[in-house]
């Protein structure tokens, strides 16, 4: 997952809206967004790999999200796969706070993320580079590849366009928000970061869908909460930038 865009707590219809693209190798086997066999409470794509995920929502509303940290120095090999940090929180009873706690004892078990976990009602951030867990304020948010609210063009890009969108429309179209992600735009030059992988990858992974061989955004996702707990899960899949199909699932949080 390379982008995550949010609003929290700043619309009158919804708790919660998000908007991401998990950015992967095209070879790497996957499964689209499904309730698990092994945990029918968890809605959620797949890594067949490590059996993990990348972003997921359970039926009792949790909530959980997660980017890789871009840096060749925080790439070690034989770490334990991210992908369970998510699937973990989904699957657990923990309060995000006391599972955020309990993972910065374990943060050097993973190469480099960024993880988001909690519910409609709140939302707690964690780098495991920065070892800081920070409550997140009402507002829109973007998350890529380096710290929250990162001032990378595509963060910036889809922050700007999910606040506009979202201040002048009262009820969501899902629609919208997938045209938000699909901007296959390159950032200019100047305003590039520099993650050590070189200007010229760093200029193909700066739109918000990439599209390059081998690898790009495989899926795009938009989920909402709004005031009555009603949740709405829509995920498109792409292979080389081709769509390949959709699903949209709606529920009721438990209580």
């Not at 120095?73 to 923990?94: C, F, Q, W």
């Not at 190469?111 to 070892?131: H, K, P, R, S």
Request: glycine letters at 8%.
């Amino acid at each position: 997952m390379c982008l995550i865009l949010f609003q929290l707590h700043e619309h009158p219809t919804y708790k919660l809206v998000l908007a991401a693209n998990r950015d992967e190798s095209y070879e790497r086997p996957t499964l689209p967004a499904h309730y698990w066999e092994d945990q029918p409470n968890v809605l959620a794509g797949r890594d067949l790999v490590q059996m993990g995920t990348w972003l997921g929502i359970s039926r009792n509303g949790r909530i959980a999200a997660l980017t890789n940290y871009r840096d060749p120095a925080h790439m070690n090999p034989g770490k334990t796969s991210r992908g369970h940090i998510v699937s973990n929180y989904l699957t657990g009873d923990e309060s995000s706070h006391d599972y955020v706690n309990k993972l910065r004892h374990k943060k050097d078990d993973f190469v480099g993320f960024n993880v988001l976990v909690g519910d409609g009602d709140q939302l707690a951030y964690y780098n495991n580079i920065e070892d800081q867990i920070t409550s997140l304020s009402p507002g829109v948010h973007g998350l890529s590849n380096h710290f929250l609210n990162t001032p990378w063009p595509k963060v910036e890009k889809g922050k700007k366009r999910l606040h506009h969108y979202l201040k002048q429309t009262e009820v969501v179209q899902t629609n919208d928000l997938f045209q938000i992600l699909a901007d296959a735009e390159e950032a200019e030059e100047s305003m590039l970061p520099n993650t050590g992988i070189g200007l010229e990858l760093e200029k193909k992974l700066s739109p918000m869908f990439i599209n390059i061989p081998g690898y790009g955004t495989r899926c795009s996702t938009v989920l909402t909460i709004d005031y009555d707990n009603r949740v709405s899960f829509s995920e498109r899949t792409f292979q080389a930038g081709e769509f390949i199909d959709e699903v949209h699932v709606q529920f009721q949080i438990n209580s």
